[in-house]
C-alpha cells in the first residue's frame, strides 16, 4: 500500500482544530447534560453533483503545489489512473491535481482524495476514508528541504519559483506542526489549525509569524466517510460544525488562498461538490450473508443499537445525537481541545466562513455524535481515533488489543470480523504499531456491546453487513 507521501500532509477538506494539554485528567470540569441532545438541520445548498465531481477530481480549489516536472522526477509517473482522468492528470496520482499558475506553470496541487478515497481490493472508492495516510515522522515536512527547493527554482527557473513561491512558504511554516505518533490515523485536524493561526480571518491574508499560539501536541483523527453526511446535520465527530457545510468543506483553500476573493470563487463551486458528497453510496458487502442469523441480528440491533445510530432497510431514520461524554466515555482529548483552545473556534466564529448568507459556524460539545452505520462494515478502523481496528472488538471491549500492527503494504480484511487483520503485540514499536496508552489514542468506552453474548454479538455483526 503506497504512503500518501510529502503532500498528503496538505490536505484539510475538513476545518476542525484539534489540540490538547499534556494530561488529560488535567482538563478543566465541562458542564454537559446527562442525556443524549438532538442536533437541528441547518438549510443546506444545493448543486450539480457531476459537476461536483468534475470540480472534485480536476479542480483548482487548492491553488498552489509544486512544479510538475519536479513532482514527475520525485514521484515518477503514475500508471493507476483511478480516475480516469485525461491530459497531464492522467500521469499523477488521484491524489493531487494539476493546476495552472496565473503566469501558465503547471504545478502538481495536493486535493481532497488524499484523506478523502481509499483503494480497497484493487478499487478506488472516493468518499472512503483513508487509512493509509502517514503523517508519522519519517513522513514529516522539512522546512531545509523546502528552502533547498526555493534556492534551486530562484536560481535554475525564475518563472517556476514565482508560480510555487507561496506554497513554498506554506508549507514551510506548517510542516513542524504535523507529525502524528503512529501511521494510519490523520492529522488534517491539526493543519486546519496551524493554518487559521497563519491567516487574517476577514481578509485570509497570510502572515509568516502567526496571529494565535499554537499548542504543541497533535490529536489524531480517523476519517469519517463522506457518505454519512447526507444524514448528519452537523460535521465533525464532535458535531461542533453547524449552518453551511459547504463552508467547512472548502477549508482546504486555506492551504494557498491569496485573498477571500478567491475563496469566493471556491465557494461559488462548493455547492456543486456537496451535491456529489450526497450522491455517494456506500460499496456493498461483497460476500454472502446469513440471511437467518443476520434477521436476529437486525432485532438486537433495533433494540440495543437503534436509538443512538438509527434504523437501516425500507424505513430508514437517524436521530441526529450527540452523546455526552459520561455516557459514550470514549477517549475525551478531541472534544476537550474546542475548550482548551477556544481561540480556534472564535477564529472561525468571527471569520468569512461565519459570514454572508450561508455562514458556517462551530459549537463545540462535551461527547461526541453517534454516526450513521451505512457501510459501515468497511470503514476499519473504529472510533473516532481509530484505536478499534474491527468491528468484533467494538461490541467486545476486553478483545481490544492495547498494541496492535497491521499490514500497510500487503493489507488484508477481516470480512468476518469486519476490519483490519492484524498482529497483537506486547509493547509499541516504531511507527506501524498502534498504540492505545498514548494521550489521544485511548481505545475505551463504547462499552455497550459487552452486555451482548458472543451469539447476539455475531448475530449483530452479520446484519452489520447489510447497511
Same mark, same amino acid.
Given at each position: 500500500?503506497?504512503?500518501?507521501?510529502?503532500?498528503?500532509?496538505?490536505?484539510?477538506?475538513?476545518? %476542525?482544530? #484539534?489540540?490538547?494539554?499534556?494530561?488529560?485528567?488535567?482538563?478543566?470540569?465541562?458542564?454537559?447534560?446527562?442525556?443524549?441532545?438532538?442536533?437541528?438541520?441547518?438549510?443546506?445548498?444545493?448543486?450539480?453533483?457531476?459537476?461536483?465531481?468534475?470540480?472534485?477530481?480536476? @479542480?483548482?480549489?487548492?491553488?498552489?503545489?509544486?512544479?510538475?516536472?519536479?513532482?514527475?522526477?520525485?514521484?515518477?509517473? !503514475?500508471?493507476?489512473?483511478? +480516475?480516469?482522468?485525461?491530459?497531464?492528470?492522467?500521469?499523477?496520482?488521484?491524489?493531487?491535481?494539476?493546476?495552472?499558475?496565473?503566469?501558465?506553470? !503547471? /504545478?502538481?496541487?495536493?486535493?481532497?482524495?488524499?484523506?478523502?478515497?481509499?483503494?480497497?481490493?484493487?478499487?478506488?472508492?472516493?468518499?472512503? $476514508?483513508?487509512?493509509?495516510?502517514?503523517?508519522?515522522?519519517?513522513?514529516?515536512?522539512?522546512?531545509?528541504?523546502?528552502?533547498?527547493? *526555493?534556492? +534551486?527554482?530562484?536560481?535554475?527557473?525564475?518563472?517556476?519559483?514565482?508560480?510555487?513561491?507561496?506554497?513554498?512558504?506554506?508549507?514551510?511554516?506548517? @510542516?513542524?506542526?504535523? &507529525?502524528?505518533?503512529?501511521?494510519?490515523?490523520?492529522?488534517?485536524?491539526?493543519?486546519?489549525?496551524?493554518?487559521?493561526?497563519?491567516?487574517?480571518?476577514?481578509?485570509?491574508?497570510?502572515?509568516?509569524?502567526?496571529?494565535?499560539?499554537?499548542?504543541?501536541?497533535?490529536?489524531?483523527?480517523?476519517?469519517?466517510?463522506?457518505?454519512?453526511?447526507?444524514?448528519? !446535520?452537523?460535521?465533525?465527530?464532535?458535531?461542533?460544525?453547524?449552518?453551511?457545510? @459547504?463552508?467547512?468543506?472548502?477549508?482546504?483553500? /486555506?492551504? &494557498? =488562498?491569496?485573498?477571500?476573493? *478567491?475563496?469566493?470563487? =471556491?465557494?461559488?463551486? %462548493? #455547492?456543486?461538490?456537496?451535491?456529489? %458528497?450526497?450522491?455517494? *453510496?456506500?460499496?456493498?458487502?461483497?460476500?454472502?450473508?446469513?440471511?437467518?442469523?443476520?434477521?436476529?441480528?437486525?432485532?438486537?440491533?433495533?433494540?440495543?443499537?437503534?436509538?443512538?445510530?438509527?434504523?437501516?432497510?425500507?424505513?430508514?431514520?437517524?436521530?441526529? /445525537?450527540?452523546?455526552?461524554?459520561? %455516557?459514550?466515555?470514549?477517549?475525551?482529548?478531541?472534544?476537550?481541545?474546542?475548550?482548551?483552545?477556544?481561540?480556534?473556534?472564535?477564529?472561525?466564529? #468571527?471569520?468569512?466562513?461565519?459570514?454572508?448568507?450561508?455562514?458556517?459556524?462551530?459549537?463545540?460539545?462535551?461527547?461526541?455524535?453517534?454516526?450513521?452505520?451505512? $457501510?459501515?462494515? =468497511?470503514?476499519?478502523?473504529?472510533?473516532?481515533?481509530?484505536?478499534?481496528?474491527?468491528?468484533?472488538? =467494538?461490541?467486545?471491549?476486553?478483545?481490544?488489543?492495547?498494541?496492535?500492527?497491521?499490514?500497510?503494504?500487503?493489507?488484508?480484511?477481516?470480512?468476518?470480523?469486519?476490519?483490519?487483520?492484524?498482529?497483537?503485540?506486547?509493547?509499541?514499536? $516504531?511507527?506501524?504499531?498502534?498504540?492505545? &496508552? +498514548?494521550? @489521544?489514542?485511548?481505545?475505551?468506552?463504547?462499552?455497550?456491546?459487552?452486555? +451482548?453474548?458472543?451469539?447476539?454479538?455475531?448475530?449483530?455483526?452479520?446484519?452489520?453487513?447489510?447497511?
Amino acid at each position: 500500500m503506497k504512503k500518501v507521501g510529502i503532500l498528503g500532509f496538505l490536505c484539510a477538506c475538513f476545518f %476542525i482544530y #484539534s489540540a490538547h494539554t499534556s494530561k488529560d485528567q488535567n482538563s478543566r470540569n465541562l458542564a454537559e447534560p446527562d442525556k443524549p441532545v438532538f442536533i437541528p438541520p441547518s438549510e443546506q445548498r444545493t448543486g450539480d453533483a457531476k459537476a461536483g465531481y468534475e470540480y472534485l477530481t480536476t @479542480g483548482d480549489y487548492v491553488k498552489g503545489g509544486l512544479p510538475y516536472d519536479f513532482f514527475q522526477l520525485a514521484t515518477g509517473k !503514475n500508471n493507476t489512473n483511478y +480516475l480516469g482522468r485525461t491530459g497531464l492528470n492522467a500521469n499523477i496520482s488521484h491524489e493531487f491535481t494539476l493546476v495552472k499558475a496565473d503566469n501558465g506553470e !503547471n /504545478l502538481v496541487a495536493p486535493n481532497c482524495m488524499q484523506c478523502h478515497a481509499q483503494v480497497f481490493d484493487g478499487k478506488l472508492y472516493v468518499g472512503m $476514508g483513508n487509512s493509509f495516510a502517514d503523517f508519522t515522522m519519517g513522513q514529516k515536512l522539512n522546512p531545509q528541504a523546502y528552502t533547498m527547493l *526555493e534556492n +534551486l527554482l530562484k536560481r535554475g527557473s525564475p518563472a517556476k519559483y514565482e508560480a510555487t513561491k507561496s506554497f513554498i512558504q506554506v508549507a514551510r511554516a506548517i @510542516g513542524p506542526y504535523l &507529525t502524528t505518533a503512529v501511521r494510519g490515523v490523520n492529522s488534517a485536524d491539526r493543519l486546519a489549525g496551524v493554518l487559521a493561526a497563519h491567516r487574517d480571518p476577514v481578509t485570509f491574508k497570510w502572515r509568516d509569524k502567526p496571529y494565535l499560539e499554537i499548542p504543541k501536541e497533535v490529536i489524531p483523527s480517523d476519517v469519517p466517510a463522506w457518505w454519512q453526511l447526507k444524514k448528519k !446535520n452537523a460535521m465533525f465527530y464532535n458535531g461542533f460544525g453547524r449552518g453551511d457545510f @459547504g463552508r467547512f468543506l472548502m477549508a482546504s483553500n /486555506l492551504l &494557498t =488562498v491569496n485573498d477571500t476573493a *478567491e475563496s469566493r470563487e =471556491v465557494d461559488s463551486r %462548493i #455547492s456543486d461538490v456537496l451535491a456529489y %458528497i450526497n450522491s455517494i *453510496e456506500p460499496p456493498a458487502y461483497p460476500k454472502s450473508i446469513d440471511k437467518s442469523l443476520s434477521g436476529q441480528g437486525a432485532a438486537i440491533f433495533t433494540k440495543s443499537c437503534s436509538k443512538c445510530h438509527g434504523t437501516y432497510g425500507t424505513t430508514e431514520t437517524y436521530p441526529n /445525537l450527540l452523546i455526552p461524554s459520561s %455516557i459514550i466515555k470514549t477517549d475525551s482529548f478531541l472534544f476537550k481541545s474546542n475548550y482548551q483552545n477556544p481561540q480556534f473556534v472564535n477564529w472561525f466564529n #468571527s471569520s468569512w466562513f461565519a459570514m454572508g448568507d450561508h455562514p458556517a459556524r462551530l459549537e463545540p460539545f462535551n461527547g461526541y455524535i453517534a454516526p450513521p452505520l451505512d $457501510g459501515v462494515w =468497511v470503514t476499519a478502523p473504529y472510533l473516532h481515533n481509530g484505536s478499534v481496528p474491527t468491528i468484533d472488538a =467494538v461490541l467486545n471491549s476486553k478483545s481490544r488489543p492495547k498494541y496492535w500492527k497491521r499490514d500497510f503494504d500487503d493489507p488484508q480484511y477481516d470480512y468476518e470480523k469486519l476490519g483490519w487483520k492484524h498482529s497483537v503485540r506486547d509493547s509499541a514499536s $516504531g511507527n506501524t504499531v498502534y498504540n492505545t &496508552t +498514548l494521550p @489521544g489514542y485511548g481505545n475505551y468506552g463504547h462499552y455497550f456491546g459487552d452486555k +451482548l453474548s458472543a451469539a447476539e454479538r455475531k448475530a449483530v455483526i452479520e446484519y452489520l453487513k447489510k447497511l
